[in-house]
């Protein structure tokens, strides 16, 4: 009968058993976890079950032979094992002594409780050799991470297993893991008492060796692939940088855009798992950097919200954006100063603050505290906030904090592609928690290692203070506790939470995808005015030869130009740095100059609400690959604020560089400056001018000027100065227009800019509109998009009149933009633009008065 059991219990260890790996030894070893990894198959069965089985309840028996789940953390066996028993439909945990040894007589073991309560008949908790099963410290002030815990205390999957020390005893207990008041708590006995600890006990941990974390996701919140995968799209257009995606490039040596290609073929748990709030995610991308991504959309979608509430407005905004910590004197402040910091580092509307309830946390020094390890607590920023109850010292073992560290900045993120691609086998740096050194049960203190320093880090910041001192911190940032005399106390006071999801300790950790996808909702969502169909008309255009149009622009320029160059050429791939734009070209079989609604709409009440989208411009105009660039009027609807909008948008490939200028307002309500960001939409406001093409390379013209010598105020413009320069020689009535669509860069020099201030949503006449654009001067390095007519065209059809010449531009660093007008320092401008001719003039409106 034994040789049976034992024959049991091997097959049930052995069910889920595959290729057995070490849990990443190095950058080399990740992929070779995922030989299932990347398929679908079978992963929504396996959903909420990825270590369920690392646990084996076995009969008692079998308890004096196999592996237990042993009261130490190794995998040797241990001669005290962890037991269950059923008493009044009450599962009860204790623990059992193993043995006899070879040679001994056997001798009846019960499994005992510490409460006192004993059974000889009960079942014994055995490892699968599939998973890594150990005990992880459990420290204050943070929850147990569901992916890591094995709750396997009770049938059926809700409590877990915890252990706490008492001396040279060792109690087991319960790990609460259903939802209320006492989730997550250690529930045990200790002479006789009842005790329920919130940290400082250790928790059975576990995950299969093969996939760790990999299920986590339920049936039901599955959703289609190409859904979650369009919004993963979304938010990399609209929240990170082309600098973004050359740091990530020059760190992992793949582009984002092959990142997400490699995304796209993934599990569909893991594209879940990539919008959720799990800490890490187990995939061979991490290579490519998938776990980088998540951090920087995490970090941009946060300041988005603050910004969004104005929260950057907040004096101590800066300084917490620089360092990553505040530090206050709470005897100075209000309860309501308190609430307005901490929706200032978080951007949290106020429902999501918690209660302002204190709670007095007195923390012995412990040499083996895995939480003086130099960590990040997860990938998303995330905040706890402490009060010292008494002045505190650097031999109380405070908070250390590297200052700077919440940025992922590149330093950051070599890191991170380091760690998240090589964890350690099990504790918290096995599920997202990283931790940059490792100081356990080290007792000299001044033998403490500054890792932080290899990573071009300063050293780290005790942050001491006087009783009062109020610390907020992000602990996404590098920080740990710092390193005590044994035996020393620290008494701080912690927020007791109070609000949905919120933490021991600090702010709820919310889900940054979650803000992200409700303003995607937004803007899909909002009413928009489109009451009438397109009224369009196509007019032909002049295309003179383009090699002596060539020379006849060089040689009226160098009238007002020192440096003038101008050639036929096949354009650069204007994809590429420093253009960065949507499509390799700007050519195709028939360029065509776009107009689309007019200043006319401006003095109706129906312009905040006027949309026009790309796709139905296109779809008017018959093209089948279109790639737009120019210029045009936010559309207010949209982005809720006027603005000067360039769009850079190939919607045949999906690919977007579109920007929107706006104007940034500082504290004291006068408009400071422009300010740009990245534009994800295809919907325009009012007005626009734009090129339509199907992006391709061919021959253009190339202009390089710089050093205007001119006087003429007409070439202050570049752009208008070849338009006024081609118009004299081609001003024969019987001629079409010309029509140029291009792009230049700023080498050089600054350039005099508008941008239209936020009109409240209010009707302006002619005169206010003038008072709405505020000016500014950028410059160099700027790009632009710009088209521009000769002449207007005779004989129109349609009551509108036509933009001779319409350019925005903005910096490389993404930070400014708007109306080109022309140059500001002509000794020291500098030009290069590409042109192709325009085949034809495509009208687009509404006719709204009618439709009104």
Excluded at 294 to 306: G, K, V
Excluded at 351 to 378: F, G, K, S
Excluded at 702 to 720: A, G, L, M, Q, Y
């Amino acid at each position: 009968m034994l040789l049976l059991y034992i024959f049991i219990y091997l097959v049930q260890v052995q069910a889920h058993k595959g290729h057995h790996h070490h849990h990443h030894s190095g950058h080399g070893n990740a992929a070779g976890h995922h030989g299932h990894h990347s398929s679908t198959e079978n992963t929504k069965e396996e959903v909420g079950q990825h270590n369920s089985h690392c646990i084996v309840w076995l009969e008692k028996s079998l308890g004096l032979y196999i592996q237990p789940i042993a009261l130490n953390n190794t995998e040797e066996d241990g001669n005290v094992g962890v037991c269950r028993f059923q008493l009044s439909e009450e599962w009860q945990i204790g623990t059992y002594a193993r043995g006899p040894k070879r040679g001994e007589a056997k001798r009846e073991v019960m499994c005992v409780t510490a409460e006192g309560k004993s059974t000889d008949e009960y079942q014994v908790a055995a490892k699968s050799h599939d998973c890594i099963v150990w005990w992880h410290e459990q420290a204050f002030n943070a929850f147990p991470l569901p992916l890591m815990t094995s709750f396997s205390a009770t049938p059926g999957g809700v409590d877990g297993i915890c252990k706490v020390k008492y001396g040279s005893d060792v109690i087991v207990g319960r790990l609460h893991g259903a939802e209320g008041t006492e989730y997550a708590k250690c529930e045990h006995y200790h002479n006789g008492e009842r005790i329920m600890l919130e940290g400082g006990f250790a928790l059975l941990g576990s995950y299969d060796r093969r996939r760790p974390y990999e299920a986590t996701i339920g049936k039901n919140s599955l959703r289609p692939r190409i859904e979650v995968i369009s919004e993963i799209e979304y938010y990399v257009r609209t929240y990170i940088t082309y600098e973004d995606k050359m740091m990530l490039q020059r760190i992992t040596g793949y582009s984002v855009e092959h990142l997400i290609q490699s995304l796209r073929e993934e599990s569909d748990i893991t594209l879940m798992k990539f919008l959720s709030s799990d800490r890490w995610i187990y995939s061979e991308l991490n290579i490519k950097g998938l776990h980088l991504l998540r951090c920087l959309l995490a970090e941009r979608i946060t300041d988005a919200r603050r910004r969004d509430n104005d929260m950057h407005l907040h004096p101590d905004y800066e300084e917490f954006m620089k360092d990553g910590f505040l530090l206050k004197d709470f005897s100075k402040m209000t309860n309501e100063d308190l609430k307005d910091i901490l929706q200032m580092v978080s951007g949290y509307h106020e429902r999501h603050i918690p209660q302002l309830t204190w709670q007095l946390r007195v923390v012995e020094a412990d040499i083996c505290d895995l939480n003086r390890d130099l960590h990040v607590d997860t990938y998303q920023p995330s905040w706890k906030v402490w009060l010292y109850a008494e002045d505190i010292d650097p031999s109380q073992g405070p908070l250390s904090y590297v200052k700077g560290s919440h940025v992922n900045d590149e330093k950051k993120l070599r890191w991170l592609h380091e760690i998240s691609n090589s964890p350690p086998v099990y504790g918290p740096g096995s599920y997202g928690s990283f931790r940059m050194d490792s100081v356990y049960c080290n007792t000299d203190i001044s033998q403490q290692s500054f890792n932080e320093t290899i990573w071009g880090y300063p050293k780290r910041t005790s942050i001491v203070g006087q009783k009062m001192t109020l610390v907020v911190a992000d602990v996404s940032g590098l920080h740990a506790r710092g390193m005590a005399i044994p035996g020393k106390l620290r008494r701080t006071f912690i927020l007791s939470g109070g609000s949905e999801g919120a933490s021991s300790g600090g702010l709820p950790r919310l889900n940054p995808f979650t803000y992200a996808k409700r303003k995607l909702s937004e803007t899909r969502s909002r009413v928009v005015y489109k009451p009438t169909a397109l009224s369009t008309e196509r007019i032909p255009l002049h295309q003179p030869n383009l090699h002596d149009l060539a020379n006849f622009i060089r040689s009226n320029l160098k009238k007002h130009f020192l440096d003038v160059k101008v050639t036929v050429t096949k354009s650069p791939d204007l994809s590429k740095y420093p253009w960065s734009l949507s499509s390799p070209g700007i050519s195709g079989e028939s360029p065509t100059i776009v107009d689309v609604g007019g200043e006319h709409h401006q003095v109706f009440d129906y312009a905040n609400k006027l949309v026009f989208t790309l796709e139905e411009l296109a779809e008017s105009a018959g093209a089948d690959e279109a790639y737009f660039l120019g210029a045009g009027a936010a559309p207010r609807s949209s982005v809720g604020c006027n603005g000067e909008l360039i769009p850079i948008d190939n919607i045949y490939t999906n690919v977007r560089r579109s920007q929107l200028a706006t104007v940034k307002i500082n504290a004291m309500g006068v408009a400071e400056s422009s300010a740009l960001t990245p534009y994800n939409s295809s919907e325009m406001g009012f007005l626009a001018n734009l090129l339509m093409t199907e992006g391709k390379t061919g021959e253009v013209l190339e202009i390089h000027v710089s050093k205007r010598i001119s006087n003429d105020p007409v070439c202050e413009s570049f752009t208008e100065c070849i338009r006024q320069v081609v118009a004299k020689e081609f001003e024969n009535e019987s001629l079409l227009p010309i029509g140029f669509g291009g792009v230049f860069r700023v080498n050089k020099g600054k350039v005099k800019t508008h941008v239209m201030a936020d009109t409240g949503g209010k009707t302006l006449t002619a005169e206010e509109v003038q008072e709405h654009l505020k000016i500014f001067e950028i410059g160099p390095d700027l790009t632009a998009a710009t088209v521009f007519l000769t002449k207007s065209p005779k004989n129109v059809n349609m009551k509108k009149k036509v933009r001779l010449e319409h350019t925005h531009l903005y910096n490389d660093q993404k930070t400014k933009g708007g109306h080109y007008h022309g140059d500001t320092t002509p000794k020291e401008i500098s030009y290069t633009g590409y042109f192709t001719l325009a085949k034809s003039l495509f009208l687009v409106d509404r006719d709204m008065i009618k439709a009104n």
